[in-house]
Antibody
């Protein structure tokens, strides 16, 4: 049974750094053609992809947020960590981690399992 | 940056057919995927690889592709289908994932 679960602070202050952890089970972070992404959704707004880490440890980041994001993984702990620096109230959102499969050549693939999400509020 | 464009809202009566479009320049090169999201819940995949339906998704959900536009079709809409729907794809290189702006489906 595949599960993902996000954990981290519910409240951060402006200018602080956010650190979120995604703990996965039911699959290995070293499985080929699988990876984990972070996706966020501000209240009442659309989904926004943030970052992805592949099984070979390659990473990709949203162009607009690249300077503030770092994604990493600890395969032995089955955890993927996202850090976002210089938090602002506009970063208030539910943050999801999701498993991405990429089984079709150069196609980016799709998200087959999602965590429940964690709401992070940025406020002083 | 690359964008996918969806209509903000679609409204249909129960039993009718709902069609939600998603447009993007790279769609001829990258597959599209569709997710259903109900309030307070994580998204659920309803269509993959443009037109394939995952197991457990009702047959009334279907997808199609034509050039730079993909379409999610829900035939015989039911009240339980009321939700937000998001298309997802990537830039032509497959490096950067992108979501559409979402479409709120209202069942009248």
């Amino acid at each position: 049974q595949v599960t993902l679960k996000e954990s981290g602070p519910v409240l951060v202050k402006p200018t602080e750094t956010l650190t979120l952890t995604c703990t996965v089970s039911g699959f290995s972070l070293s499985n080929a053609r699988m990876g984990v992404s972070w996706i966020r959704q501000p209240p009442g707004k659309a989904l926004e992809w943030l970052a992805h880490i592949f099984s070979n440890d390659e990473k990709s980041y949203s162009t607009s947020l690249k300077s503030r994001l770092t994604i990493s993984k600890d395969t032995s702990k089955s955890q993927v960590v996202l850090t976002m620096t210089n938090m602002d109230p506009v970063d208030t959102a539910t943050y999801y981690c999701a498993r991405k499969l990429a089984p079709y050549g150069d196609d980016a693939g799709y998200f087959d399992y999602w965590g429940q999400g964690t709401l992070v509020t940025v406020s002083s | 940056s690359y964008e996918l464009t969806q209509p903000p809202s679609v409204s249909v009566s129960p039993g009718q057919t709902a069609r939600i479009t998603c447009s993007g320049d790279a769609l001829p090169k990258q597959y599209a995927y569709w997710y259903q999201q109900k309030p307070g819940q994580a998204p659920v995949l309803v269509i993959y690889k443009d037109s394939e339906r995952p197991s457990g998704i009702p047959e009334r959900f279907s997808g199609s592709s034509s050039g730079t536009t993909v379409t999610l079709t829900i035939s015989g809409v039911q009240a339980e289908d009321e939700a937000d729907y998001y298309c997802q794809s990537a830039d032509s290189s497959g490096t950067f994932v992108v979501f559409g702006g979402g479409t709120k489906l209202t069942v009248l």
